[in-house]
Every structure is written in C-alpha cells, then in structure tokens.
C-alpha cells in the first residue's frame, strides 16, 4: 500500500500510539484486502457498542484507548445493551452495567455522538452523493450504499474506529465503482410482499450474492420493508448493496419454496412468550403506523419496540408513544433486539418478532426460540 | 520469498505450528495464553512467546480484541504467520502491534514446529 508522507509519519508513532495504532489497523485491513491506498471518509458509524458484544476484552481497550485519543470526523455509535433510563426496572447484574457504563463513557470521551441507533440513515442528515463513509453496522452500510447513494464497505467494529480515529479507509471493494457493479440478478418471485418476505429476500441474497446484487420485480418498497431486506440480507453473508433492476451476468429465482426454506430454517416456535419490534429499530414513520394498527387492541403479552431516543421523543411529542403504551407495548430505546440482556434464556423460551436479522441473533445469541411472522400478523393474533 | 506483510516487525521466537485454523475469541485463554479448545491440535500449548504459524482465523471479530488482550497480559505470541488474511487476525495483531505476514504455500510448508526462526516483517523474510 501507498502511504502519504503523513501517514507514514503517524503509522510510525510521530502522533502518538493511539493514531498509530488506529493506522497499523487501516494498513492491515487494506494489505488483506488488497487496497493499493487510503481515501478520506467523512463519517463513521461504530459497532461493538454493546458489552454483550466485545465482552471484558473490548472493555478493557477502549477505555485505555479513550485516555488520549479523539474522534477525527462525525462519529455516531450503534445501540448498546439498554438504554440507563429505565435499566432498574430490568432486573439486570450489577456488573453488566458498570461495564456497560464504562463502554458508554470511552467512546463518549473520545467525541463520539451518543446516538446509540442502528439507523443513523433515519436520525441524521446525510452527505451529498458519492461521499465515502465508513458503516460497521450492516444493515446501515447496505442501507447507505444501495439507497443514500453513500460508499462504504461493510466495515468491521475495527476498521469503523479506525476511520473514527484517523478519517481514512483502505480503498477498496465498495469503494471502488467496478466493485459496485453487480454481477448477479435475483428476480423476486414471491408475490406475498411484506416486510418479513423482503428480510427473507436479504437473507437469501446475502447467502448467494457478492459484494453487490441486484434485484428485480420489486417496486415502490416502503421504508420497513427496505430496512428489512437491508438487515436480511447483512445477517447472512458479506453482500453489501444492492441496485433495482436486471443486471449483467447470472440469474437466480427467489420463488415460495425458497422463501420457505429460510423461513423454516428460522421460525423455530409456532408462539411465543414475549413480541419484539424494532431490529433495525423502528423510525417514526413505522412508530406512527404501529400505533395506527393497535388503535383499540391491547396486546395479549409483552411487547417491546425498540427505537433510537430522538425518534422516541418525537413519537412522545405526537402521541404514538402514548397510543402504544396503551396498547401495553414498552417504547425503549438506546438499544435493540440484538443480543440486549433484556431478553434472556432464564426469563423466556420464545419470542416472536417481524424481524429476519432478530431471529437469527435471537436464537443464537440470546439461545431462545422465534416465532417469526409479519407485523400485520402479530397485530392479528396477539393482541385483542 | 514471497511474504505479504500486514502488520510489520521483527521477531525471533520458537515456531508453534497449527494445524488447525485459530479462534481466538472461544479456543485461546487471555489470561494465560493456553489454547483451551479440546479439539484444537494446539490444545493445553502457550502462544506465549512463540511465533504463532496457522492457516488462518475464524470466528467472532471480537478475537481481535483477545489479541490485544494476549499482549496487555505478557502471553501473547512474538508474531504470526499465516496462508491467508483474515480481518479478525490482521485487526488484532494491529491492535496489539504483533508482526504478522502472510507466507506463501511452499514458504508457509517449509516451517518446522520447535525450530527457532526469526521472522523480519519490516523486509518480508523468514530466517
């Protein structure tokens, strides 16, 4: 790899260890993946929020890291493990929070924003097109690159905090116009069109595609339906964008047989104890729609939906929140279905959500069953 | 010699050969160095010190931070080598500034588990 004279100079300690070893990490990452240079990136959006996620280890780091280092450019944070309003209704260890607190408290020091959100595309004003950014969290690096007409490869918890560090990125992959062409063509064949096909569709798609698909015979998708084929199709595999339309090369049918091969491979209960909403979490326009549908239902269980807080006061200010606090859903924000400690094996054996990527972190992050079916559905059966 | 170097350095250590790829997040001890995976072939061995030769990682990406984690500990191997860049090695040997190349096939067959060698990541040979 090329280095300016500057990089060089950082890589080699000039700067301090932070921002040399934020460039070791940028210089490893493109030698693997063959990137010839770094470009500059204006945004950096970071996983590995959630202590579930990087454990005692990733603690540990992160708060040495934060003792001098700054964030460079923008740098918004994915959802963490719930959100320090409402955690002591939760019942949750001691030391999970303290950790959690810790986590919090590094990457805020270091000039993070807290969004604590998985859908920054939903909450933040986006740069003009073209623009290089730099997304950990699949469903948002899909979502950017494929519809926000950003660039961005589907970036690792690493790769993202070096660019947060140091504002480049290896170019590479998505980066690179060539890569962003697809090469392969599924055709949506499943003519029952709701949110749960389109996140099956993404799985499917993440499974077969690489770096970038398209996809045919779909039209006028709304925005739960697109977040769902978003994080679908992050879930499964290393695909990340998509265009609409036939594309040159290779065609694949994404027919009901599919469709239902996945669903079942999934859908491990037939009910369940408790429903969640919102993995990725939900904007205010599906906030106003669900407290639309529960107008004069009450759910027969718990039901926890799960949005970024901006989006939650705004859903106070407009009185859905109130609509579906009434209903007996819990609003809660900062966090998601991901792998939050909110939702343990020791309390619940199945959960039912909407949500492809839910079910799969469900089941083999928390360890509980899913009963997977489409919003209207869970509407229609759980509440009265 | 044909050695691609993803995070350089030099290192002399004992060559500690897998045969098996490394997940270091579940089948390394962070505390000890100690592989603690029963079914790895590297089972009840120390990283520590040694220069780590493995095909390459797998598994969560948070081994990356167990890497660093080896090292913050005073257990983690001199260097590595591998036959293909996995992101969750490379992230970590950068993270905790381990030298890491990756060796070609012939190159890679060539190192003997036990023999001393010295690995210089800064000009990309095995001596």
Request: with cysteine; aromatic share 8%.
């Amino acid at each position: 790899m090329d280095l300016t004279k500057d990089e060089e100079a950082a890589l080699e300690g000039e700067q301090g260890e932070s921002l040399a070893l934020a460039y070791r990490v940028l210089v490893a990452i493109g030698e693997a993946t063959d990137a010839d240079r770094l470009l500059p990136v204006e945004w950096a959006h970071l996983s590995g929020i959630n202590y579930n996620t990087i454990g005692d280890a990733g603690e540990e780091f992160l708060s040495r890291l934060s003792k001098d280092a700054k964030f460079k450019i923008k740098t918004t944070l994915n959802p963490m493990g719930f959100d320090f309003d409402t955690v002591s209704k939760y019942n949750l260890d001691d030391e999970f929070i303290k950790k959690q607190s810790s986590i919090k408290n590094s990457y805020e020091k270091m000039g993070a924003i807290p969004s604590f959100s998985c859908i920054p595309y939903e909450i933040f004003d986006l740069p003009k097109n073209g623009t290089n950014v730099s997304f950990a969290e699949s469903n948002a690096a899909i979502y950017v690159n494929s519809i926000s007409k950003l660039k961005t490869n589907k970036e690792g918890a690493f790769s993202a905090l070096a660019s947060a560090l140091t504002g480049k990125s290896p170019f590479s992959d998505l980066r690179k116009d060539e890569t962003r062409d697809p090469n392969l063509t599924i055709r949506m064949k499943v003519n029952k069109k709701d949110e749960l096909a389109f996140g099956l569709l993404g799985y499917y798609a993440g499974k077969v595609a690489g770096s970038s698909v398209s996809i045919s015979g779909v039209k006028d998708l709304d925005k739960r339906s697109c977040k769902s084929l978003c994080a679908g199709m992050g879930t499964s595999g290393t695909c990340g964008m998509f265009t609409f339309g036939d594309a040159k090369g290779e065609t694949v049918d994404f027919d009901k047989k599919e469709m239902q091969t996945i669903h079942d491979e999934l859908n491990t209960a037939d009910s369940g104890d408790i429903i969640t909403l919102g993995s990725p979490q939900l904007g205010l326009d599906e906030i106003s729609n669900l407290a639309g549908m529960l107008k004069g239902r009450t759910f027969k269980k718990r039901c926890l939906v799960f949005c970024p807080r901006a989006i939650q006061e705004q859903a106070r200010k407009f009185g859905y929140a109130k609509e579906i606090e009434r209903a007996g859903g819990e609003l809660l924000y900062d966090c998601c279905i991901c792998l939050t400690p909110l939702i343990d094996k020791k309390n619940v054996d199945s959960v039912i959500t909407n949500s492809v990527k839910g079910a799969y972190y469900l089941h083999t992050s928390n360890g509980v069953d899913v009963n997977l079916k489409n919003l209207s559905q869970i509407v229609e059966e759980e509440t009265k | 010699m044909t050695l691609k170097i993803i995070v350089k350095g030099k290192a002399e250590g004992i060559a500690l050969v897998a045969k098996n790829p490394m997940n270091f997040l579940g089948a390394v001890d962070k505390k000890t160095g100690k592989v603690r995976d029963e079914k790895h072939d590297l089972f009840g061995k120390s990283l520590a010190e040694k220069i780590l030769v493995f095909p390459f990682g797998v598994g969560s990406s948070v081994g990356a931070y167990t890497i660093y984690s080896l090292k913050s500990n005073k257990c983690a191997p001199q260097a590595m080598i591998c036959l293909k860049a996995d992101l969750t090695t490379a992230s970590g040997c950068a993270l905790a500034n381990i030298p890491l190349v990756v060796a070609s096939k012939e190159e890679y067959n060539s190192i003997k588990d036990g023999t001393k060698i010295l690995l210089d990541a800064e000009n990309g040979k095995i001596l």
